[in-house]
């Protein structure tokens, strides 16, 4: 069995506890969907495939159970993914800029330096989540969890991130107060137990507690109780006590020296004066080595061994004590050999676990033991059965230190920390929120990583129903705002985010799926935004073309309302270099068709008739349109008051009208046809051939009345035409 | 992390009145589309993994039980595809007022279609169909409305499942998109998994516009129940799982175009709760369905136990199951 198996049972179960035999008897078998939302699956009882004649009265549920195999992170998780995620960032930031100058400048002290502090910063982060924790009871992780991460970083901050120069100092001493700072121990209860008393050498715990103070280097506690011992019956206790004191106070620390050498000879001496001490101690006679409580003689003996730095005394004292390996292997370093260093301590660790064994049920444990034995990787894959954020955030720590391996594996196509970060970005992904997030580890991950990112982007809900919400009551402020169709909401964040990344294409097949949206909801201004966002210039036909079908099945004034949603869009088109001319063509025509059915509605027939020989004459009426402007014409032909054409306008609709006629008799009905066709709602070419016949003939009236009425109209109309012609 | 957890969700209640085939959500995980013995396909809004009441909608259309639905890309619109045991594949289209209308009714197959699947949007709206009597089809929208199709021959007795491959190929060097810059020519293959146990790769060769076969995997010693197609997440190499009857999951890996498909199977035995009794790479039964994460490399499997495990392939390469729920 691995470890790392999540069990996840369903609730209220679907097949109650030892019915399973039965369910699968019955012919269902269990089956289930993937959301590419999040990390969870729809689950439900399904027939199998080779029994589909299963049939059931109707009365029986058919339930879909929603599991998810990670849980969403709860809001003081999401506080702490959040503030964490930019401290990553800002090494990410680090590690690009390393690309540009190279590897020497990545080993640099500068470099180093801020690694060094933005260890820390992860450090300080998950204790601040632990304190913060600590004091809620309902979080989704303990405070406990949190503390394990602190302890975890820290330990690796002491061994692999120390200060610039110290990397081949001695250790002892920070790894002391590493586990004086975490694993406090003897507790502040039982000092102030025994300070209470007046005897404290007849308790049980005076003398355990003060060998676990000698271990820890407490010399302050360890100093104020050999001095209770001033009234012990015993003048020889009194004697060594008295000399034990200063000389615990004056053990040399690697800190107050400027000099390693300064401080090693400061230890052989001290070393010398514990020496001197030994000897003393052992002209203790026999009999006064006992004070009726305690072999007080023996106690001694264990607190001047460890102070020798006795290995054998060590181990034994500890596992007295109950101290675990940890404490062992650091009074090692603080006692047997104070100049041990971060790349000895692997074999003083293994010897000491050998009797020591770590937990295997404690990963806290696993993972210390691990970065005690210089083996980062193995670190992280305790890690991450501890938490997917510490795995992920120790190994992008541990490549920008070169500690791993950076070379990908073959099989799986990933470096170690690829790895971890895209494992704990797929657990960031169970919640939906926080996609930003999640594709910037992503982003970080190689090609694995960017394609991943990609995914997840594209499946962001772009909440578009929203944005037309959004962009409706701009509207009433600012109609500007909303018919030029400005990206809003997610959708300018999934935007922005793909120009981070340089994510071009996914860019525009999310413009694509908007403006896809917004057609279906006919919002034709913000669809055409975004197909020209998209550069998708078919696309942004095919809206156009939607807008012309709302002439076609709702009339000119839906028609008219609709194109002032996208004619804004034009003079921003035009402007664009790059946007294909046929697509253009087909809004313009859309813009001035409806411009023609404004003046007409507006009872401006002159200009209306202006515009529609204009369509024809500037070739942007496409000829699927040509019959329907033609019968559009009729109208103006037949109109009473005055003739509306000049002559040689009237040439051009008789032109075209003789097209029409001409193509459709040799076959290219379809073409010439479509649009009229389905505007006058008829079967076929007949009828709408039939209408154009109209047309002819007002056509004919029309030049007739030319020849009567004479030039005067002419004239003036010609006037208006001089500027186009 | 917690090793046992229990879901807390809220069953679904789809009132469909009878034994449920297929569910599929959509691109964004908000709607769940499912099929019945009930002939019906039924839409839901999906919100927090609960259903909104006044949502659903009922797709009538087919004379028999609807083994199969697929969602269509958005980009195309809200397009949902059903397949059915009357031997029909219907395309439905959700209308700007609400409801769905049936757009196409596509009756070329003469057998139950077990089996529908988009290919991947860069390639255009393009539906494969797999029907019992082995045979393959694969429909196309094109840009006029119209609608093209092909029909031929797959597998000797019937065909279960179809996938598609990703359009664009595994371990091509991806460099930071500049805009106007074409991407690379997208590729029309799919898998088919057969009643015959074996997984057919066939390819869309546009010099003779006809689908050939390219590949057999020859693995399963029993009906091939699904196949899965991983999509190009950057992998290195080209990744398709198949589900057989004989209770195996197959990985299928191929390192480079011109290299050989290599075959791994998945160990039950390694996962939590196994029996002991189960021979290494068996699972205790039919293994009905795989299907690859979105993003990442995770496979869900449904096994006849009534459990779904979800397998990773680790650091080394190894597949491990990483999580199983039980009903």
Redesign the interface.
């Known amino acids: ?15 109650q506890a030892g019915h ?1 035999e039965q ?2 008897q019955s012919g ?22 080779d029994a ?1 004649s ?3 009265s ?1 009365v029986e ?9 990670e ?1 969403s992170p709860s809001s003081e998780r999401r506080l702490f993914i959040g503030d964490t995620s930019i401290i990553f960032a800002a090494l990410q930031n680090l590690t690009n800029t390393a690309q540009n100058r190279g590897q020497d400048w990545l080993q640099s002290q500068e470099t180093h330096n801020v690694i060094r502090k933005l260890t820390l910063d992860y450090i300080n982060f998950a204790r601040e989540c632990w304190i913060h924790t600590s004091s809620q009871d309902s979080s989704q992780f303990s405070g406990d969890h949190y503390r394990s991460l602190y302890t975890c970083l820290s330990l690796f901050a002491v061994l692999y991130v120390p200060e610039y120069g110290y990397e081949d100092a001695p250790v002892g001493d920070d790894l002391m107060e590493w586990l004086n700072v975490h694993f406090i121990e003897p507790s502040t209860e039982e000092g102030d137990h025994l300070s209470s008393l007046d005897h404290p050498w007849e308790d049980d715990t005076f003398w355990p507690y003060l060998v676990r103070v000698t271990l820890r280097g407490l010399s302050k506690a360890a100093t104020f109780f050999l001095g209770t011992l001033s009234t012990h019956p015993s003048d020889n206790l009194r004697r060594l006590a008295q000399q034990l004191s200063p000389l615990l106070q004056s053990q040399p620390h690697l800190q107050s020296f400027e000099a390693e050498r300064d401080f090693a000879y400061a230890s052989h001496r001290w070393k010398d004066k514990v020496q001197a001490l030994r000897l003393e101690l052992d002209n203790v006679p026999e009999i006064d080595r006992h004070d009726g409580t305690e072999n007080w003689w023996d106690r001694l003996s264990d607190i001047v061994g460890v102070l020798e730095g006795r290995n054998e005394v060590i181990r034994r004292v500890c596992e007295d004590l109950g101290a675990d390996w940890r404490e062992a292997s650091v009074s090692w370093g603080v006692f047997t050999d104070v100049r041990l260093r971060r790349q000895d301590l692997p074999e003083v660790v293994s010897q000491v676990v050998e009797d020591m064994p770590p937990d295997p049920t404690n990963l806290e444990d696993m993972v210390h033991a691990a970065l005690f034995s210089g083996d980062p990787a193995k670190a992280l894959s305790h890690a991450a ?4 954020w510490l795995a992920a955030h120790m190994a992008d720590l541990m490549q920008s230190l070169s500690l791993i391996e950076k070379e990908t ?6 470096n ?1 920390r690829d ?1 971890y970060v ?1 494992s704990y ?2 657990y960031l ?1 169970a919640d ?1 929120a926080l996609w930003r997030i999640t594709v910037a580890y ?1 982003f970080s991950c ?8 990609d ?2 982007l594209m ?4 909440r578009l129903s929203s944005v037309g919400t959004i962009a409706h009551s701009q509207e009433e402020t600012n109609g500007a705002n909303m018919k030029s169709g400005d990206l809003a909401g997610v959708v300018k964040d999934i935007n922005a985010t793909c120009y981070e ?5 996914v860019r525009r ?1 999310i413009c ?2 908007a ?3 917004f ?4 919002e034709y201004g913000l669809a055409l935004s975004y197909a020209s966002s998209a ?1 998708d210039w ?1 696309g942004l036909g095919r809206v156009v073309d939607r807008v012309l079908q709302e002439y076609i099945s709702a009339g000119p004034e839906q028609f008219t309302r609709y194109v002032a949603g996208i004619a804004p869009s034009l003079q921003a088109l035009r402007m664009q270099s ?1 946007a294909q001319g046929i697509f253009i063509h087909r809004l313009m025509f859309a813009v001035r068709y409806a411009e023609f059915h404004q003046r007409l509605s507006n009872r401006d027939l002159q200009d209306a008739a202006w515009d529609l020989i204009s369509m024809f004459q500037d070739g942007i009426a496409p000829k699927s349109w040509w019959g329907v402007l033609l019968c559009d014409a009729q109208q103006l032909l037949q109109y009473d008051g005055t003739l509306l054409f000049p002559y040689a306008s009237a040439c051009i609709l008789l032109q075209h009208l003789e097209e029409v006629i001409t193509r459709t008799d040799q076959g290219s009905g379809d073409e010439y046809l479509r649009v009229l066709i389905s505007k006058l709602g008829c079967s076929g070419t007949t009828e709408a051939l039939h209408a154009l016949q109209g047309v002819r003939l007002a056509l004919a009236k029309y030049f007739a009345r030319c020849t009567m009425i004479g030039t005067g109209e002419k004239q003036v109309a010609e006037r208006k035409f001089g500027a186009v012609v | ?9 809220v ?15 959509d ?4 709607r ?1 589309a ?1 099929c ?2 009930d002939r019906t396909v039924k839409v839901f809004d ?1 919100i927090d ?2 259903t909104s009441k006044s949502s659903g909608h009922t797709l009538k259309g087919h004379t028999g ?1 609807v ?1 199969q639905v697929a969602w269509a ?6 397009i949902l595809a059903s397949c059915s ?1 009357d031997g029909k594949v219907l395309i439905w289209r ?1 209308q ?1 007022a609400g409801g769905w209308t049936k757009v196409k009714e596509h009756t070329l197959h003469t057998a139950s279609v ?1 089996s529908v699947s988009w290919a991947p ?1 860069e390639l255009g709206a393009i539906l494969a169909c797999a029907s019992s009597d082995g045979k393959l089809s694969v429909l196309t929208f094109k ?1 006029d409305g119209q609608w093209g199709a092909d029909i031929f021959n797959g597998h000797a007795i019937g065909c ?1 499942s179809v996938s598609w491959a990703p359009a664009t190929q595994p371990g091509s ?2 460099h ?6 074409q ?1 690379a020519m997208p590729f029309k293959r799919f898998a088919s998994a057969g009643c015959d146990n074996l997984v057919k790769i066939w390819g869309y060769r546009e010099d003779t516009q006809s689908w050939v076969e390219e590949e057999t995997l020859d693995g399963h010693t029993d009906w091939v ?1 699904d196949v899965a197609w991983a ?7 080209s990744y398709i799982a198949t589900a057989s009857q004989d209770k195996t999951v197959l990985i299928w890996t191929k390192d480079s175009p011109t290299s050989p498909w290599v075959k791994t199977a998945l160990d039950p035995s ?5 029996p002991s009794t189960a021979a290494a790479g068996k699972f205790p ?2 293994v ?2 795989v ?6 490399n ?1 496979l ?1 499997v ?7 495990t ?1 397998w990773k ?6 597949w ?8």
């Open positions: 069995m691995s470890s790392t198996n999540h069990h996840l049972n369903l609730f209220p179960p679907l097949i399973a369910f699968i269902k078998t269990i089956s289930f969907a993937q959301s590419p939302l999040n990390q969870s699956h729809a689950v439900f009882p399904s027939a199998r495939q589909p299963i049939k059931y109707g549920e058919q339930p879909i159970f929603f599991a998810s195999s849980t059965l501890l938490d997917p594996n073959e099989d799986s196509g990933l170690i790895f895209l970005s797929q992904h939906p992503m190689g090609e694995t990583g960017v394609r991943s990112a995914e997840v499946h962001v809900s772009l990344y340089q994510r071009e294409e097949t694509r799926i403006a896809q949206s057609v279906q909801g006919k550069e078919p790059g | 992390m917690p090793s046992a957890t229990t879901t807390e969700a069953p679904i209640e789809t009132a469909h009145e009878d034994m449920i085939h297929d569910a599929q959500l691109y964004y995980g908000k769940l499912t019945s013995s999906v993994g609960e039980p083994w890309h958005p980009k195309f619109g809200h045991y959700e700007a077990n949007h840009d279960n060097l991806i930071p998109q500049q805009p106007g810059a991407p129940r999509s190009n997440i950057g992998l290195p190499r390694t996962a939590s709760g196994a039964d039919v009905w369905r299907s690859w994460s979105l993003a990442g995770i869900a449904s096994c006849g136990d009534g459990k779904v979800l392939e680790n650091l080394r390469g190894v491990e199951c990483v999580s199983d729920m039980s009903s």
